[in-house]
């Protein structure tokens, strides 16, 4: 379908960027008027906040009480680099792929550490690597949801609960939105501004008990960085999991978080925010089902994201161009609607294959994502209409 005149209602909010993510309905900078700000982070008022955020994270996540949660510099990416370069080393490693953040991790695992006795499974975008393959046995590194294909794992059926290594899981895209097996995964990390839409360069890090043996029992043969490290004499720094955090974080950002987690309790906890996400990519998929220009990346609906939403254009002549005529079509939808002020951010992942993705994790608006369905065949229509005349 196509539609020439531009409709008359715009979403409300046109943010669906993939990270950073719209803050919660509402959000107002008075928001952060109680962030104990120009003091030390080490004071009593800094440390309660850090260890609410903490409180709250494995309350609404429903973290078991017997794992340790730690907040973390540099974002997931933080996070993971520091299990990875804390926790491998000592059995041999499988590592899933099958998009570009999780390529990262394949990069820091073969090239940057070096580990010899690594196995790594690939999938294209839009697939999953064959899970039957890994052996658990071995220590696992994966991600739970692919940012960039909207490619995620369906569930943790998968993962061998009698396993000897440690999974090792990047869930940035996923905390909130998506059921998190902790009985399954033994490192889970993420950040603040994907799923509650907090602010950036904070990491959140939660160990199992076998992931704190493993800290406490084995030494890599490489040098640690300070900000990695996380025992001292062979034993678990128990303060980097009560609030005592390694380097100096942003209290303005801590209490944007606090914020975040009080907003996801008003709205049902875990729960509330799933079903928010759930409802989001109800409104997308509802719409590609009836629209014959445009699919998802995803090729198997058991494994669709219901928050970094991949589409891909599946009109026939669009596909037939040359591959860099595909990304310009894209680019042009994008583009258009941004120009427009209805969606910003809303192009493919650079590495991505040419397409459009729409963040609908739990801070975005059922209403806006259905006020935003006319403008994405209005944008394609004028497009397509470009494209025709310079045939």
Not at 142 to 162: L, Q
Not at 201 to 207: E, P, R
Not at 217 to 224: E, F, G, H, K
Request: include cysteine.
């Amino acid at each position: 379908m196509t539609i020439t005149a531009q409709p008359a209602l715009k979403p409300a909010n046109p943010r669906f960027s993939s990270g950073p993510c719209t803050k919660r309905p509402g959000w107002t900078l008075d928001a952060l008027g109680d962030a104990p700000l120009g003091i030390s982070h080490r004071a009593k008022a800094g440390k309660a906040k850090l260890k609410r955020a903490i409180d709250l994270t494995r309350e609404i996540l429903e973290v078991p009480a017997d794992y340790r949660i730690a907040v973390v510099p540099a974002s997931d990416t933080g996070a993971v680099e520091m299990a990875l370069w804390s926790l491998l080393g000592q059995r041999p490693v499988d590592v899933l792929a099958w998009e570009s953040f999780s390529e990262g991790w394949v990069t820091d695992v073969v090239k940057q550490l070096k580990l010899k006795d690594t196995r790594v499974f690939k999938a294209g975008y839009g697939d999953l690597p064959d899970l039957a393959q890994v052996n658990f046995d071995h220590d696992l590194v994966f991600t739970w949801n692919g940012t960039t294909s909207g490619v995620r794992v369906p569930n943790g059926d998968w993962i061998a609960a009698d396993r000897t290594g440690l999974t090792i899981c990047d869930a940035t895209s996923a905390a909130f939105a998506q059921d998190l097996p902790f009985d399954k995964l033994d490192v889970t990390t993420f950040s603040w501004q994907k799923v509650l839409g907090g602010e950036a360069a904070h990491g959140m890090l939660i160990l199992s008990p076998r992931a704190v043996e493993r800290l406490e029992t084995y030494v890599p043969a490489w040098p640690l960085p300070k900000i990695f490290r996380m025992t001292s004499s062979g034993k678990l720094i128990a303060g980097l999991f009560e609030g005592e955090t390694i380097n100096t974080p942003s209290m303005l950002c801590v209490e944007d978080y606090l914020d975040a987690l009080g907003w996801a309790k008003s709205v049902g906890g875990l729960k509330g925010l799933q079903a928010r996400a759930d409802a989001n990519t109800k409104v997308l998929a509802d719409w590609v089902a009836k629209t014959d220009w445009i699919d998802f990346l995803a090729k198997v609906p058991e494994t669709r994201s219901n928050t970094s939403v991949c589409l891909v254009v599946s009109d026939p002549e669009v596909k037939a161009l040359p591959a860099d005529q595909q990304a310009a079509f894209a680019k042009a939808i994008a583009a258009a609607l941004e120009k427009a002020g209805v969606a910003l951010d809303v192009g493919s992942y650079r590495d991505a294959p040419a397409g459009l993705r729409i963040w609908a994790g739990s801070t975005v608006e059922a209403s806006d994502i259905e006020a935003l369905l006319p403008w994405l065949d209005w944008a394609y229509g004028d497009a397509k209409a470009t494209l025709k005349k310079a045939a």
